[in-house]
T-cell receptor
């Protein structure tokens, strides 16, 4: 079983919509995660970290559901500039490698 | 800000050539990584290094080797390039303590013809 699994999408949403996507993980010991954002033909960049208490940054809210082993990312009031691929990654601790899923592609349209 | 710099943004090489992809980071990170990214397959780890002269195989090391002679520099080597190595190559670095948050270079799009 893959360490993380994501619906590759694309999720096509109109500007202003609220969109959410999940990421399931297999290692029940994982306690924190990252959401990375990757624009087309660019490198991934950290969007936010996710801990058991969740995290909110402006229009973006991330939650961790340890019982069901998934992480969610909610984007409110979607902007055209939110169009990107969103990658969830378990935080394996300093000195360890990051294992990425395929990511979820979001397309925000007029 | 952490800066990870890859030597080339675009590269075109011929089948059978020896190819070097260079990566330099300026934040004194212990760990460095090479990934390749292909449509539908996501980022796959080729090799990583947790110290100078130390390396470990990732998920897809076949056809690649690496070199880390200095802490700030991590090189990926394609001994004999093949067309199935046409891909986007991403270098990353991270600390050995705290979280595993990684910082990426801008990527090298390699085409082997």
């Amino acid at each position: 079983r893959k360490e993380v699994e994501q619906d590759p999408g694309p999720f096509n949403v109109p500007e202003g919509a609220t969109v959410a996507f999940n990421c399931t993980y297999s290692n029940s010991a994982s306690q924190s995660f990252f959401w990375y954002r990757q624009d087309c033909r660019k490198e991934p960049k950290l969007l936010m970290s996710v801990y058991s208490s969740g995290n909110e940054d402006g229009r973006f809210t991330a939650q961790l559901n340890r019982a069901s082993q998934y992480i969610s990312l909610l984007i409110r009031d979607s902007k055209l500039s939110d169009s990107a691929t969103y990658l969830c990654v378990p935080d394996t601790g300093g000195g360890n490698k990051l294992t990425f899923g395929t990511g979820t592609q979001l397309k925000v349209e007029l | 800000d952490v800066k990870v710099t890859q030597s080339s943004r675009y590269l075109v090489k011929r089948t059978g050539e020896k190819v070097f992809l260079e990566c330099v980071q300026d934040m004194d990170h212990e760990n460095m990584f090479w990934y390749r990214q292909d449509p539908g397959l996501g980022l796959r780890l080729i090799y990583f290094s947790y110290d100078v002269k130390m390396k470990e195989k990732g998920d897809i090391p076949e056809g690649y080797s690496v070199s880390r002679e200095k802490k700030e520099r991590f090189s990926l080597i394609l001994e004999s390039a093949s067309t199935n190595q046409t891909s986007m190559y991403l270098c990353a670095s991270s600390l050995s303590t705290g979280t595993s948050e990684a910082f990426f270079g801008q990527g090298t799009r390699l085409t082997v013809v």
